[in-house]
C-alpha cells in the first residue's frame, strides 16, 4: 500500500489533513472516500486494516481529519454533524480536481450517518457502506447527557470522551437535532452495504435494523459477530475491508484485468514496504499479494515468504506445462499435484556443487500425475517436468540489474 500525505481547504476554509491510501503500483480502479466515527481521527488501527484491505482490490481510500480534529486546522467547538457533511463534500471536490471523483462513500459510527446525508451531494458515489452507524445522529448525545442542562444555559460546555477533553456548543445539539436521517437514506438510490456488531455497546444492532428498513434495494447486511464498536481487533478490521471490496464491484463494474499489457514480458511486479514490520504488499499483472515472514522472525504471518512464492513458481510452472503437454498429446491426465519445499545445505551433499561453495539452494520436487496413464506416458511427463521455463531460468545463470530509481514523492 503506497500512502500518501495530503491537504486539502475543508467546508470552512480551514486546512484538513489526509491520507490516500493506493495500491503497491500506484494505479487505482477507483476511489473511495472514509469518514471516521465521532472524535476519532483518520489514524485509528481499524482504518488502516480497512484502507489496506480495499488497496489490495486496486481501491484507493482517502481519509481524512475533520475540522478540528487529529492534525487539521480549526476549533472542534465551532463543528457539528451539518460540518462534517461539508467536509466529506469538500473532499469529494478535491479527489474529484487532483485525482478522481469518489464512487464508493465509507462511514463509520457517526462518520456512517454523515455519508449516508453526504451521498445525494457526492454525485460521483454509486454504493455506500456504512459500519456501526447510527440510525439518528443524535445518538451521540449520550455522550455529554449529563452537561446537556449546562450548555443550554451556558451556551457551552467542557466534556470528556476516552480521555480527551471537547468543548461542545449548543449549535452542535441543536443542529443535530435538525437531522433527517430517515428522507435520506430512503432516498440514497445508491447501493448500500450495511455492516454492525450484535454486541456493539456503543450503538446498538437497533440502529442497523432501522437503516435497512429505511433503506431501499440493493441493501444489503453484514453481522460483524463478537466485534466491538471500533473494531480493535485486526481481523475483524481486515474482514470488512475485504467485504466492501469484494461488494463494491458488482456496483462498479471492473473485474480483474486479463493482463496489464499484451506483451507478459512487459508487466512489471511491484513490491512496496512500509516503516515497520516485513508485510510486503505485492502487485502481479493487476493482481495483489502479499508476501510476509513468519512471527518467529518478527514478521506477522500474513503471507507466503519470499522463498515461498519463489518455489510456489517452480510448481506452479511445472503444472501448467504438464498440462500444455498433456493437452498436445491428448493424453488423458486429469490432475497434476507438484508438492515443493526449499533449503539451504551444505555444499558437501551436493554431488553438482562447485568445490569452493559452502552452502547451496535444494529445492525437492514430487510430481504427482493422475489419470489413466500408461507407464511410457508419466515417465514422459516427468521429463518434461524438468523442461518448464521457471524451471531452466532457476538452473540458468540469472543477471539481475538494480538501478536506484529517484523518489517521486514532492
Sequence with gaps: M??????????????????LDLPADGHPEAFALFAHCFT?????KSINHISRALTRERVAVLRFDFTGLGESEGDFADTNFSTNIADLVAAADFLENEY?????????????????????????????AVIGAPADPAHVMRHFKEHQETIALDGEA?????????????????????VQMEKAIRNLKKALLIFHSPVDNTVGIDNAAKIFQYARHPKS???LDQADHLLMNASDARYVGAMIASWVRKYLGFDRPETLEGDLAKNRVVA???????????????????????????GTNMGPTPYDYLVAGLGACTAMTLRMYADRKQWPLEEVVVSLSHKKI?????????KDQVMVDRIERDVEVRGPLDASQSKRLMEIADRCPVHRTLESKVEIMTRLKPSTEG
Design 100 to 128: 478522481e471523483a469518489p464512487k464508493i462513500l465509507v462511514g463509520h459510527s457517526l462518520g456512517g450517518a454523515a455519508v449516508l446525508q453526504a451521498a445525494g451531494k457526492i454525485r460521483s458515489s454509486k454504493a455506500v
Design 2 to 19: 503506497t500512502l500518501k500525505k495530503l491537504y486539502f481547504k475543508g467546508s470552512g476554509g480551514n486546512q484538513l489533513s489526509a491520507l
Design 158 to 178: 467542557a466534556i470528556a470522551i476516552e480521555g480527551r477533553s471537547f468543548r461542545i456548543k449548543k449549535q452542535f445539539l441543536d443542529d443535530l437535532g435538525a
Design 346 to 354: 551444505h555444499a558437501t551433499d551436493c554431488q553438482a556443487c562447485e
Design 40 to 44: 476519532c481521527t483518520k489514524n485509528l
Design 272 to 298: 512496496r514496504i512500509g516503516e515497520t514490520g516485513f508485510r510486503t504488499e505485492i502487485m502481479a499483472n493487476g493482481l495483489s499479494l502479499v508476501a510476509d515472514e513468519p512471527v518467529s522472525v518478527g
Design 221 to 223: 447486511f453484514i453481522s
